[in-house]
């Protein structure tokens, strides 16, 4: 099934929507701006990326989709635990997605993902 049919049969009725005062938003994962439109969708698309924070608070996770294993979904996503200094995070991140022909549309908003997720982990500074 094509992706912009998917679309047109989830974009309305999903357990992932949230409606509010004109603005609907999504909890789906590999949703990098939680947005409820086409081009942000994790779910509908061969290719998604997604950006999350790693369990031990430390870094983030980095999960792309297979596009291979579209019908094995418990072996359709590759994760990569991504830990170190911020620029060498985000750099892995655009080489990821760059170098291996993935969504650049993607690329900024997994960036910016990134970016927030590891400035939030950084200890509060003592005054």
């Not at 985000?90 to 927030?116: E, G, H, P, Q, V």
């Amino acid at each position: 099934m094509s992706a912009y049919l998917q679309w047109l049969l989830i974009r309305n009725n999903s357990a992932f929507l949230m409606k509010g005062n004109d603005a609907q938003f999504s909890k789906e994962p590999n949703n990098l701006k939680n947005k409820n439109s086409f081009r942000y969708n994790g779910l509908i698309h061969k290719k998604t990326v997604g950006v999350t924070a790693s369990e031990d608070g430390k870094g983030v996770v980095l999960v792309t989709k297979n596009t291979k294993g579209y019908n094995k979904p418990a072996k359709s996503h590759t994760k990569s635990n991504l830990k170190g200094g911020q620029r060498a995070v985000l750099t892995t991140i655009s080489r990821t997605i760059r170098k291996n022909r993935y969504r650049k549309d993607l690329k900024m908003a997994a960036m910016r993902r990134a970016s927030a997720i590891m400035r939030s982990q950084k200890a509060a500074a003592e005054k």
